[in-house]
């Protein structure tokens, strides 16, 4: 079958964008070029070789002549702008590389505006709403409060999408991500660095005394959204809050991964991270609900599904 739509994906060898190849591969209509420069992406994230209607480049999108030069090659009809610089630590200790992600924002616009390019999709971020003035946050009443670099970026990054739209009428949906976890994501984030300290009995650390409360949502249910909202053009020029809104306290999330694994891990609690590690985050996901029209996967079986991945048993060997 001859592909309907050329898709490109910008980190997709990275947690979520993996997952959303995978997904949009489940059509064959659909040939998706995924570009990743492998800094935190991973080969092994990629789609099984058997399958055909994809192709990967190394490529950064922050240099221009690297993305100019895949995104004049195809002429595509959907971009989906994933890549960036994530992790609280690793964004904190590389400043510098965090505030480049405008300049890949910036060359995704640009080749995307008078091209072929449909619609383009914006991997935002919870941290947007800073240390929160409300719970839970709303896509449209609650003030961002965006101080640390990352945060910033991906407030700015939004501003390009909705000021091309209207300088240029390219529309644009951004996803604002509440830490999504799964088999495919990276240690050093909370969820995958807990289960692995729990599986290997060695000390769970946690930054602070522990009471931060955060919502956590399986990447299944993330991916579906994303998914459904580009089959069916939801959201057109608009943002959506993409996480599930129940709450859970870090030591909370600690403890029950050790009962769950039957672990003999020990809790070591750390210093406080300086910044970027807000009290509380809380979605209002009305908008996501409605879109799925299911009960989301809570944390529990999202754990007991990542133990017995093999892709995640394989990552942390």
Known sequence: MKAKNKILVTGGAGNIGSALVEKLLSNPANFVVIVDDLSTGLLSKLPK??????????ADVNQANDISSVMLSYN?????????????????ENPIAVLNDIEGIKNVLNLSKNSSVKHV???????????????????????????????????????????????????????????????NQSIDFVVSRFLEAALKNKKIPIYGDGSQTRTFTYVDDT????????????????????GNDELMTIRDLAELTVKLTGSTSQIEFLPPLKEGDMTRRQPDNKKMREILNKKLINIEEGIKRMMNDERFLKSIE
């Not at 070789?49 to 190394?58: L, S």
């Not at 595509?76 to 904190?92: C, E, M």
């Open 49 to 58: 070789p058997e399958q055909t209607n994809w192709k990967f480049i190394k």
């Open 76 to 92: 595509f009809d959907y971009v989906f702008h994933f890549a960036a610089v994530v992790g609280v630590i690793r964004t904190q």
């Open 121 to 183: 999709y914006f991997s935002s971020s919870s941290e947007v709403y800073g240390e929160p003035v409300e719970l839970p946050q709303n896509e449209h009443s609650t003030p961002l409060n965006s101080r640390v670099p990352y945060a910033v970026v991906k407030n700015v990054g939004e501003s390009f999408f909705r000021s091309y739209w209207q300088a240029f009428q390219l529309p644009y949906t951004i996803f604002r991500f509440f830490n999504t976890y799964g088999p």
């Open 223 to 242: 991916v579906e959204v994303c998914h459904r909202i580009f089959e069916k053009k939801l959201l057109v020029n608009d943002v959506i809050n993409i």
